[in-house]
């Protein structure tokens, strides 16, 4: 069910499921978190819990967009107030660095992004392309100047280094200093002329 066909009820008690599962995230790790936990703990009925999401998969990719929009909404209330300052690499570099903070504070979301991003269920796909067309928006928004080519190149190759880091990262193979690091180096690389 599309949140453009429910009725504000039906918004409110989709968006109190997510963040109930938001909430989870923060305690347990997503193959952990279960359907009927996710009712017990937000008072939904399970088989209402189905009609929204009919698949956990669903449901956890629902729970990374309603996650990625706080981020979003912190952004654009520092743009609306005259904080976005400095060169395209230093916003660009803020708002890479801000994401990836955001999954060390939440390890668990970094693993919920590197296993969806692997998932081969269309809902899941069309869900994370919608979010990625938001967040290359807002991205494309703080590289004004920036030749389109080059802004898409740059997106692909920074966002393609940061999933990359969080495998690893996630994996245990290298340390999150060196994953932002990673993240931070193709920026530099990437954005050179616009420092």
């Known amino acids: 069910m599309s949140p453009d066909d429910?009725?504000?009820a039906q918004r409110d008690r989709r968006r109190h499921l997510l963040d109930t599962v938001i909430e989870m995230l923060a305690e347990t790790s997503p193959d952990r978190i279960q359907m009927r936990e996710v009712s017990e703990r937000s008072g939904v009925a399970l088989g209402t819990l189905y009609r929204y999401f009919p698949a956990k998969q669903h449901l956890l990719a629902a729970t990374m967009v309603a996650w990625n929009e706080?981020?979003?909404e912190r952004l654009a209330a520092e743009k609306a107030s005259g904080g976005r300052r400095g060169s395209v690499l230093d916003r660009v570099l803020d708002l890479y660095g801000r994401q990836m903070k955001a999954f060390q504070r939440?390890?668990?979301f970094a693993r919920l992004e590197v296993e969806?991003?692997?998932s081969d269920d269309p809902y899941v796909r069309?869900?994370?392309d919608e979010r990625s067309a938001v967040n290359r928006t807002?991205?494309?928004g703080l590289m004004d100047g920036v030749p389109a080519e080059l802004a898409r190149l740059a997106s692909l190759s920074i966002g393609s280094t940061m999933l990359n880091s969080l495998v690893l990262w996630t994996t245990g193979r290298i340390g999150f200093p060196e994953a932002l690091r990673n993240v931070q180096d193709v920026s530099?690389?990437?954005l050179a002329d616009y420092a």
């Open 6 to 8: 429910m009725s504000a």
């Open 70 to 72: 706080i981020l979003a």
């Open 106 to 108: 939440g390890p668990n």
């Open 116 to 118: 969806l991003q692997t």
């Open 126 to 128: 069309d869900t994370l």
């Open 138 to 140: 807002a991205l494309f």
């Open 188 to 190: 530099r690389l990437v």
